[in-house]
């Protein structure tokens, strides 16, 4: 049966809010957690991921778990390792915990950030390229994607991780254009990865069908879904505001673009 309540972590954040009015039409039941108060949703669990026993209260019950909650740029390495090393290790086992059987994880581009980005009629980048993380951010994405998959082969716990390219209302950078999710087919695929069947552990690309796309959806198809957007309308505008990426550029040498070098940093 597809699941119907659904902890939504990090409910409070860009992608949990646009999700909040994107799920439920989907027949979904959220049940929001995040580290901050949300706003007209008296019901929402404000906790830290460090909170065990928060968690527990907060995954009983549930059909499965969105896990968005954590530090989503660069930051000091005890900060990632206390949000989203512990963090996530503190949500799986909360769900081992209650029985809990499928999670989706919001893994990021950047555990594979320091992958050559593809130029011209270089191969989409694959599922199995080997890990490259670009930030202690993205390494902390690559242990989760790992943690995930410990979870399915010792505890049954099924994972989708879904490495996100960039999921906001519009592509805003020429990078972007190449692994933009728009929120629509955010919410699509979100809902392909809770109810897909015998998914056991797996990593998808997290997009929409752009153009310009950089790696390959096939795994992310494969669990029903079916992007629908396309960020081209936006090229020629962004295009001619920031031209064309060139070489030197680091969004033109690396998937991660500016995280290899210069990585934006969490303010907190
Ligand atoms: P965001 O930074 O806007 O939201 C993250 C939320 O998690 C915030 O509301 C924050 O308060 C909460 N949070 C952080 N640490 C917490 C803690 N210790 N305990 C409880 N809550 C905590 O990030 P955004 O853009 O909404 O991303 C959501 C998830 O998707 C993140 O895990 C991010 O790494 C991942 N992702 C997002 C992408 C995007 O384009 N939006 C791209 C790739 C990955
Ligand atoms: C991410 O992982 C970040 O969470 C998001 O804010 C964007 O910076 C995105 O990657 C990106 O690569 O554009």
Request: aromatic letters at 10%.
């Amino acid at each position: 049966p597809a699941p119907r309540t659904v902890l939504l972590t990090g409910a409070a954040g860009g992608m949990g809010t646009l999700m909040r009015e994107l799920l439920p039409p989907y027949g979904y039941q959220l049940r929001l957690l995040d580290q901050l108060p949300i706003e007209g949703e008296p019901d929402a669990i404000t906790a830290d991921l460090s909170d065990r026993d928060a968690l527990r209260e907060a995954v009983r019950g549930v059909d499965a778990i969105i896990h968005l909650a954590g530090i989503s740029l660069e930051a000091p390495f005890e900060k990632i390792l206390r949000a989203n090393i512990e963090g996530t290790y503190n949500v799986y086992e909360a769900a081992r915990e209650a029985g809990v059987r499928r999670i989706v994880f919001a893994s990021s581009n950047h555990a594979v950030g320091f992958t050559p980005r593809p130029v011209g009629d270089d191969p989409l980048i694959p599922l199995d390229t080997p890990r490259r993380p670009d930030t202690y951010y993205g390494l902390s994405k690559a242990f989760g994607e790992d943690l995930a998959s410990f979870y399915w082969d010792k505890y049954g716990i099924e994972t989708v991780a879904i490495r996100i390219g960039s999921c906001f209302p519009e592509p805003t950078t020429v990078r972007m254009l190449s692994i933009w999710m728009s929120p629509a087919d955010g919410a699509r695929l979100l809902h392909a990865a809770l109810t897909a069947e015998n998914v056991g552990y797996v990593t998808v690309y997290g997009s929409s069908a752009n153009t310009r796309l950089w790696w390959d959806l096939s795994s992310a198809r494969a669990l029903g879904y079916e992007p629908r957007d396309d960020s081209e309308p936006y090229a020629a505008k962004l295009i001619a505001e920031q031209g064309e990426l060139e070489p030197g550029n680091p969004d033109h040498e690396y998937l991660g673009g500016a995280f290899c070098t210069h990585p934006p940093i969490w303010p907190r």
